[in-house]
C-alpha cells in the first residue's frame, strides 16, 4: 500500500486531454514538492516534472504540473500514442519513517 | 551527457550476497546523493537506500536496514550496493538514481538522472 495513491489505470484518445491524480497527507505532499516520473514500457523511469509544476529541458509543455493541499496533479495535452507509459508521483514523508515515496503508479493507455 | 550504468545483478538463492556497482560520468559525482530505487516485476517504484555526497550519511528503507549497505567511491564515480540475507522478495530491478540535493532528504530533492536497471532475482 503506496503512501501516495494514484488511479491505477487512465485512458482517453489521441488528441485529447488527461489528468493523473496523486494524494497524500500533510506529512507528505502538504509540506514538499512533488515530482513525475515517466516510465515507457521496458525502459527506466525518467523525470518528467519537478518542484510541483517545472519541466526539464526537452520535457515538452505538453505536460504540466500542479498542487494543491495535499495532492498533486500531472496534466497531459495533445496525447500521442508514444505517451502510452506508466507515471509516478513521489515526494518527501516525513512522518516516523523520514523517507523518499512514490505513489503506486498509473498506466496511461492512449486509446 | 550524465551516464549511469549498473552492473552486478544476477540469480542468487534465498539467504546468499550480491553486490550492485553504478559507474556514473557527465557530473560532479562528489556534489550530489545517490540513491538506489527498485522495481519488483509488475510493480511501482521503491526507494531502497541512500549516501550523501560525501558518503558520510546513509539511509535505509526498513525493509532492507541491516541487510544492505550502500557505499561510494567517489575517487572511481561509483555507486555500490551490498546485499546479504537476499530473499525472495527482494527480486526486483534495481536503478541507480541521482538525486538533486547533496545529501537525501534535503528539501527540494528528487531524482533527475535514472540508471537502465540490473535484474536481480532471488529464487532457489
Known amino acids: 500500500q503506496s503512501v501516495l495513491t494514484q488511479p491505477p489505470s487512465v485512458s482517453a484518445a489521441p488528441g485529447q486531454k488527461v489528468t493523473i491524480s496523486c494524494s497524500g497527507s500533510s506529512s507528505n505532499i502538504g509540506n514538499n514538492y512533488v515530482s513525475w516520473y515517466q516510465q515507457l514500457p521496458g525502459t527506466a523511469p525518467k523525470l518528467l516534472i519537478y518542484d510541483n509544476n517545472k519541466r526539464p529541458s526537452g520535457i515538452p509543455d505538453r505536460f504540466s504540473g500542479s498542487k494543491s493541499g495535499t495532492s498533486a496533479t500531472l496534466g497531459i495535452t495533445g496525447l500521442q500514442t508514444g505517451d502510452e507509459a506508466d507515471y509516478y508521483c513521489g515526494t518527501w514523508d516525513s512522518s516516523l519513517s523520514a523517507e523518499w515515496v512514490f505513489g503506486g503508479g498509473t498506466k496511461l493507455t492512449v486509446l | 551527457e550524465v551516464q549511469l550504468l549498473e552492473s552486478g545483478g544476477g540469480l542468487v538463492q534465498p539467504g546468499g550476497s550480491l553486490r550492485l556497482s553504478c559507474a556514473a560520468s557527465?557530473?560532479?559525482?562528489?556534489?550530489?546523493?545517490m540513491s538506489w530505487v527498485r522495481q519488483a516485476p509488475g510493480k511501482g517504484l521503491e526507494w531502497v537506500s541512500a549516501i550523501s555526497g560525501s558518503g558520510g550519511s546513509t539511509y535505509y528503507a526498513d525493509s532492507v536496514k541491516g541487510r544492505f549497505t550502500i557505499s561510494r567511491d567517489n575517487s572511481k564515480n561509483t555507486l555500490y550496493l551490498q546485499m546479504n540475507s537476499l530473499r525472495a522478495e527482494d527480486t526486483a530491478v534495481y536503478y541507480c538514481?541521482?538525486?538533486?540535493?547533496?545529501?537525501?532528504?534535503?528539501?527540494?530533492?528528487?531524482?533527475?538522472?535514472w540508471g537502465q536497471g540490473t535484474l536481480v532475482t532471488v529464487s532457489s
Open positions: 557527465g557530473f560532479t559525482f562528489s556534489s550530489y546523493a
Open positions: 538514481a541521482k538525486n538533486v540535493a547533496p545529501d537525501y532528504g534535503d528539501y527540494g530533492d528528487y531524482f533527475d538522472y
